[in-house]
């Protein structure tokens, strides 16, 4: 059975840096391109970034480029976003998705949320 | 940068068909995946290029594309299809994912 637990959001200040990880189990991780993406109180979904199955490929939404980092370690079946610069519009909670192809995802974790502290 | 345009709510009666449309320049030539999520819950795929079915989805549901639309109909629509339902495709010219705003399913 494929599980997808995200973890690492939190409370954070503007400007501040946070990271966050995606568990993976139940198929071969470094076989597929993992995704994050994310949802804003009351609003809908918002593509953040992907990044193919060796990590050799990534994309960025305009919003984050730059301030966000996409990575993987495939020996430990976890997938990661390093956000810095965090702004109070980055608010959100943050899906990892896996692939069938880095274009859309399958497989959905149930979600980590990023607020601010003011 | 491309867009998706759903109608925010769609009604309909249990029993009845509900249909859920997706607009976008040119999206006959994309692969156009729906997703579904209920409050609270992180989206689930109910139909992926244009219209497969991942296993665990009833047949009731279904889609379709015809010139710049394509459709998500669920058939003998039942209080427990109540959601939100998105539209998403890949942006050929920047490799990036784009999502419709989302329509909100009733079930009356």
């Known amino acids: 059975e494929v599980q997808l637990v995200e973890s690492g959001g939190g409370l954070v200040q503007p400007g501040g840096s946070l990271r966050l990880s995606c568990a993976a189990s139940?198929?071969?991780?470094?076989?597929?391109?993992m995704s994050w993406v994310r949802q804003a109180p009351g609003k809908g979904l918002e593509w953040v970034s992907s990044?193919?199955?060796?990590?050799?490929?990534?994309y960025y939404a305009d919003s984050v480029k730059g301030r966000f980092t996409i990575s993987r370690d495939n020996s430990k079946n976890t997938l990661y976003l390093q956000m810095t610069g965090l702004r109070v519009d980055d608010t959100a909670v943050y899906y990892c998705?896996?692939?069938?192809?880095?274009?859309?995802?399958?497989?959905w974790g149930q979600g980590t949320l990023v607020t601010f502290s003011s | 940068s491309y867009v998706l345009t759903q109608p925010p709510s769609v009604s309909e009666a249990p029993g009845r068909t509900a249909r859920i449309t997706c607009g976008g320049n040119n999206v006959g030539d994309k692969s156009v995946h729906w997703y579904q999520q209920k409050p609270g819950q992180a989206p689930v795929l109910v139909i992926y290029?244009?219209?497969a079915r991942p296993s665990g989805i009833p047949e009731r549901f279904s889609g379709s594309k015809s010139g710049n639309t394509a459709t998500l109909t669920i058939n003998r629509v039942e209080a427990g299809d109540e959601a939100d339902y998105y539209c998403q495709v890949r942006d050929s010219s920047s490799d990036h994912w784009v999502f419709g705003g989302g329509t909100k399913l009733t079930v009356l």
């Open positions: 139940g198929f071969t991780f470094s076989s597929y391109a």
């Open positions: 990044i193919s199955g060796d990590g050799y490929i990534t």
């Open positions: 998705a896996k692939g069938p192809s880095i274009f859309f995802g399958d497989y």
């Open positions: 290029y244009d219209s």
